[in-house]
C-alpha cells in the first residue's frame, strides 16, 4: 500500500516575493530564539533581527530548536531596536507590532498587501514589545482568541501572524 505522508525530500514548498523581515526584542529562553530561526526560514523571511540587552548565544538548544535552520537565514543582533527600526524605515520597511495594544486590530484585518515590505516586530515572553519600541512603531495587530487565556506562545503567534501576511500577498 502507497504512504499517504510524503517525505520531507519529495515536498515542493511555495514561494513571494514579498521582502519580509522580523524583529525579535528580548527573547530570553534558548527554544524561542531557534524556533522564531525555524519558522522564519520556513516562511523565507529575509532577515531576523533580536535586540535587546542580553544578545544570543548559539548553544545547543537553540540549534536544536532551529532545526539546522540558523544556518540558512540572515540574522543579527543588535542591543537597541529603536536604531534598527529606524534603519529599517529608512528602507521603507512598513513596520507592524504583533502585541495586543489598546490600538491593535486583529492580524487578518490588516492590509498587509498594500505594503511592499513589512517589518514584523514580536516581543518579549512574559513583558511582550517595550514601550519605547511600540511608541515608534505605526501599527499593532494582534491574534484572536477563543478560550479563556489572553496570549499564546511568542512563536506560536508569529506563525500565525506570518501566514497571514502572506496569504494575502
Do not use: C
Not at 499593532?140 to 512563536?155: E, Q, T
Request: hydrophobic share 40%.
Amino acid at each position: 500500500m502507497e504512504e499517504l505522508q510524503k517525505q520531507h525530500q519529495d515536498v515542493v514548498n511555495s514561494e513571494h516575493n514579498k521582502p519580509l523581515v522580523i524583529i525579535a526584542e528580548n527573547l530570553r529562553t534558548p527554544e524561542n530564539v531557534g524556533m522564531v530561526l525555524r519558522v522564519a526560514e520556513a516562511f523565507a523571511v529575509k532577515k531576523v533581527y533580536f535586540t535587546g540587552p542580553h544578545g544570543i548565544d548559539l548553544t545547543t538548544k537553540v540549534k536544536r530548536a532551529s532545526r539546522n535552520t540558523y544556518q540558512k537565514i540572515d540574522f543579527s543582533f543588535s542591543e537597541s531596536t529603536l536604531i534598527v527600526l529606524e534603519d529599517l524605515i529608512k528602507q521603507q520597511y512598513e513596520v507592524v507590532a504583533l502585541e495586543i495594544t489598546k490600538e491593535s486590530i486583529p492580524v487578518q484585518e490588516f492590509s498587509f498587501a498594500d505594503y511592499a515590505k513589512v517589518a514584523l516586530v514580536i516581543g518579549s515572553e512574559r513583558k511582550g514589545i517595550s514601550e519605547a519600541s511600540l511608541l515608534e512603531i505605526p501599527h499593532s495587530v494582534h491574534i484572536s482568541l477563543f478560550g479563556n487565556n489572553s496570549s499564546i506562545n511568542v512563536v506560536s503567534a508569529l506563525s500565525i501572524a506570518l501566514y497571514e501576511i502572506l496569504r494575502g500577498n
